[in-house]
């Protein structure tokens, strides 16, 4: 597998005629910023949980699809991160991302919930 090239993931959500994919432009941007900064992805998810973590082993992807054990609904986030704490503790992230709007966090609730349905 090759190393995350930041031109070659923009280059597939390109603006086109009759498409300006700027969520998409947003979650690839983010999604390598995540990948390749040292420290970016740790301090995210610990931002979005609330406390903090070390992340010694994480991957962050795009464009993946999920069931919602909460209504059954295929969904489509927008970006996914799954990680490995230092304590072993397993983290899914899923997020959403929306042009113009605010961060909203921590998730930590949130997720509790879904997880609590998921398994």
């Given at each position: ?46 931002k ?24 059954g609904a295929?969904?489509?986030p ?34 509790a919930d ?6």
């Open positions: 597998m090759h190393g995350s090239n930041l031109f070659n993931d923009l280059f597939k959500v390109r603006i086109r005629e009759d498409h300006s994919p700027k969520e998409n432009f947003l979650s690839e941007s983010f999604a390598h910023i995540l990948r390749v900064v040292p420290g970016a992805c740790e301090g995210w998810v610990s979005m949980y609330g406390r903090s973590l070390i992340l010694p082993e994480f991957s962050v992807s795009t464009r993946s699809s999920e069931l919602d054990p909460l209504s295929v969904i489509f927008d970006l996914r991160i799954d990680a490995t704490t230092a304590d072993g503790e397993s983290i899914v992230v899923l997020a959403e991302h929306k042009w113009d709007s605010p961060c909203r966090g921590p998730i930590a609730e949130l997720s879904w997880r609590a349905h998921r398994d």
